[in-house]
């Protein structure tokens, strides 16, 4: 079977190997669609957590080729994967925080495991329910590949806890901050202020079911929030009650800081590619709630549950195709097009 492989910053190499061998509980899958990851970008780029040789991919569907021993899983399934894999032994894993396993990084597919940018994926650890979820039929396979990412999306969402009252503001509207967009709007967020450079992307978020979309290059973000806030505390910053960090940039968590009000909460969902310089007393005087956001728990059932009923349209978020014989030019289209929403890979597409 084809796969492809990271080598070095940039350099990511065809070749030619034996398909995988299912053993006792674990399954292998026929990749029919696989996302292009922020982590997958920064593994390209920098090498982020890859060794040369690896496997990238991670937010992928397919139909099942073998599962020996996998209850409620057969030959021919449709499924999407949690690719995080849980020890299940660990002490995350006993108290139910299986997105903290401390455990089972060996097995994480596209880190450790090999990835989906490839015709045939393993999955080590296949239990339905936990790491394998059927994809209804009205569910196709790029919305079940859309899953992973938009439950990274639904557990910031519901770490921010959005009340119909409230203002939200969502910075940055790569896949994780328009998921989480969309999931405000259907979990009942009042106002939703998103900020991102690109006109495309803010564009998308408005019809996705953002209220107001700022650029923050142009326009000073917590001044546009005041606007629909009003001023914070001593006439300074904003009142968004609740801030949702996509961005992963220096300016955009500043922007997140001032324009959040006293006792507000602050979810940080991103991958920060560099420092941030921050004077903790801006954290203490506002007595704020300030969380990390890991991956995701038990939002997997929640987000299939959306795409089947429409809720989310997954097309709304797909801007460009690739076969996986042109998985480069899909990499760097991901990379360096403001107008790239979710690059997908089909390995189908040319076979």
Aim: glycine share 12%; proline share 6%; with cysteine.
């Amino acid at each position: 079977m084809r796969i492809v492989r990271w080598q070095a910053p940039e350099v990511l190499e065809p070749a030619e190997v034996d398909d995988p061998v299912a053993g006792d509980g674990q399954l292998v899958l026929e990749v029919a669609a696989c996302g292009i990851c922020g982590s997958d970008l920064h593994s390209y780029e920098r090498g982020f957590a890859a060794v040369p040789g690896q496997v990238l991919g991670h937010e992928f569907a397919g139909r099942v080729l073998d599962a020996p021993g996998v209850d409620g899983v057969a030959v021919g399934d449709r499924v999407t994967v949690r690719p995080l894999t849980p020890c299940g032994r660990c002490a995350r894993c006993a108290e139910g925080e299986i997105q903290l396993c401390e455990a089972g990084h060996a097995q994480n597919i596209g880190y450790g495991s090999p990835g989906a940018f490839a015709d045939r994926v393993l999955v080590p650890r296949a239990t339905l329910g936990e790491t394998v979820f059927h994809l209804p039929d009205g569910v196709g396979d790029e919305a079940g590949a859309l899953v992973e990412p938009l439950a990274v999306s639904l557990r910031a969402v519901r770490h921010a806890a959005p009340r119909p009252d409230e203002t939200v503001l969502v910075l940055g509207a790569g896949m994780i901050g328009l998921g989480a967009v969309r999931l405000l709007r259907l979990e009942g967020a009042g106002t939703i202020v998103v900020a991102d450079p690109s006109p495309a992307r803010r564009e998308r978020a408005l019809a996705l079911g953002a209220d107001v979309a700022v650029d923050p290059t142009t326009e000073d973000v917590t001044t546009v929030v005041r606007g629909i806030t009003g001023a914070g505390a001593f006439g300074l910053g904003a009142r968004a009650d609740a801030v949702i960090d996509c961005a992963g940039a220096p300016s955009a968590f500043h922007d997140g800081l001032k324009s959040v009000r006293h006792g507000g909460r602050m979810v940080l969902a991103a991958m920060y590619s560099r420092k941030v310089e921050l004077r903790p007393d801006r954290i203490v005087e506002k007595e704020l709630r300030v969380l990390g956001s890991m991956g995701y728990r038990h939002e997997f059932p929640d987000v299939i549950r959306y795409l089947a009923d429409g809720g989310i349209d997954a097309d709304a978020f797909i801007s460009h195709r690739f076969p996986l014989s042109r998985v480069d030019e899909a990499f760097r289209v991901q990379l360096g097009r403001s107008d790239a929403l979710k690059v997908v890979v089909r390995p189908g597409d040319d076979r």
